[in-house]
């Protein structure tokens, strides 16, 4: 059998709880084989963003097409993308290589508030990387930011605003309900066509919760290079980054808001 293949386009957090590096862990924890482009570094630890550096368009092209060249890509996961020119190259390579699957996390703006997505490449996103996309996974300020409205307080502006990213041209959307924090439950809502899934679990009590958005992103991607069906792959996913979650005060790692645990089925207790 062929060994699955997942690819992150993404960026690099040296503190290794998000970006490439939480990808790549959580490719390796639910059996897919990690291959990345970088798109950009930053500088950052667990409390924000002090410095990002973009890669050029023209290596992040050379990266994708030696790669695409020789690896079966069975499952691409996008995360941060810095601008608009960026998204044009990975709209670009979409459009040449055609992946079977394709995951966007529509990173804009870390936990700590720092802008991640330039304010001129939202457009850029959501006009062609959106209808390109299998499925979009914004948590609510994402949505909100893609749509040009207030983030959603009710359940009913949170479906509103499901069903509206999916007529912007993604065939599938998970919105994630984790910022409306006065909830016992973190209820995220998935679109597949005219169905609408709520998908909920206990809220869990942590400061550690870094790359979580990038972690569920991922974990959607290496369940569908595998070959879950969609409905499997998307729960499997957010029971995956509950536990991650669940077990995260146990690394001890930094001392801001630090890393979800990637390995808890293998590590136990750190």
């Known amino acids: 059998m062929a060994t699955p293949v997942a690819l992150t386009i993404a960026t690099s ?23 990345a482009v970088l798109v950009a570094l930053t500088a950052q630890n667990t409390h924000g963003v002090t410095g990002i550096q ?19 890509i069975d499952a691409v996961k996008i995360g941060m993308l810095a601008n608009a020119a960026i998204v044009d190259t990975v709209v670009d390579a979409l459009e040449r290589h055609r992946p079977p699957y394709v995951v966007l996390d529509p990173v804009m703006v870390a936990m700590s508030g720092d802008r991640l997505l330039e304010r001129d490449a939202v457009r850029t996103l959501r006009d062609r990387l959106l209808p390109l996309v299998d499925i979009v ?11 040009g409205v207030e983030p959603a307080r009710t359940d009913q502006e949170a479906e509103d605003q499901a069903r509206a990213l999916r007529e912007l041209g993604a065939k599938r959307v998970l919105l994630k309900g984790g910022h409306r924090t006065e909830s016992a439950e973190s209820t995220d809502l998935f679109v597949d066509g005219d169905t609408l ?4 679990a206990s809220r869990v009590e942590t400061k550690n919760s870094h790359g979580t958005g990038c972690t569920l992103s991922s974990a959607i991607a290496a369940l ?14 957010k029971a ?31």
């Open 137 to 147: 996974t914004p948590n609510l300020p994402e949505a909100a930011d893609l749509l």
């Open 197 to 200: 899934v709520r998908l909920s």
């Open 240 to 270: 995956y980054v509950t536990e991650s979650l669940r077990a995260a005060d146990s690394l001890g790692v930094g001392t801001g808001n630090g890393p979800v645990h990637h390995f808890h089925a293998w590590w136990g207790s750190a």
């Open 13 to 35: 957090d040296p503190s290794g709880g998000a970006g490439i590096q939480a990808d790549l862990k959580t490719f390796s924890a639910l059996g897919a084989y990690g291959t």
């Open 224 to 237: 569908l290079a595998r070959g879950f069906a969609w409905g499997d792959a998307v729960r499997e996913a």
């Open 54 to 72: 973009t890669i050029p368009t023209a290596f992040i092209t050379e990266q994708l097409d030696t790669l695409f060249a020789d690896v079966r």
